[in-house]
């Protein structure tokens, strides 16, 4: 049975149009940088294949790609995010399992860029 007092009010089912307008557009913008930073993870992949540890140290160790590397890592997560939210926001229908899943989402999303930042700073600062 179709709860009708959901569907005459679309904000309770459907939630914030300006926000959801606002993720649309940045899930959109971060796939097409993923397909940017794509082509410079294969780059860096090739260049350091067959390579040693203090050749990829030397690599990773640049400026430069520890500075793409940092910004691959936080546009992924960020597309992760949101494109778990979508699933959330489509599945799950419990008020406080939804509000959970969604905090559970951004903290693990949080979690996977200051781990893979960590990871990054080691090898950038002592190798």
């Not at 709860?3 to 914030?16: L, M, T």
Request: glycine share 8%.
């Amino acid at each position: 049975m179709v709860d009708e007092s959901r569907i005459a009010e679309p904000h309770i089912h459907y939630g914030n149009p300006k926000g959801s307008t606002r993720h649309f557009i940045i899930q959109r913008l971060t796939g097409a940088l993923n397909i940017l930073f794509l082509i410079f993870f294969v780059w860096l992949v090739v260049r350091l294949a067959g390579s040693g540890r203090t050749e990829m140290v030397g690599v990773v160790g640049n400026p430069i790609i520890a500075i793409i590397i940092a910004l691959l890592i936080a546009n992924v997560a960020t597309h992760m995010r949101i494109g778990m939210r979508e699933v959330i926001e489509d599945y799950v229908q419990d008020p406080r399992l939804h509000s959970l899943c969604l905090s559970l989402n951004t903290f693990f999303a949080l979690a996977v860029t200051v781990l893979a930042w960590i990871a990054l700073a080691k090898i950038v600062f002592w190798g």
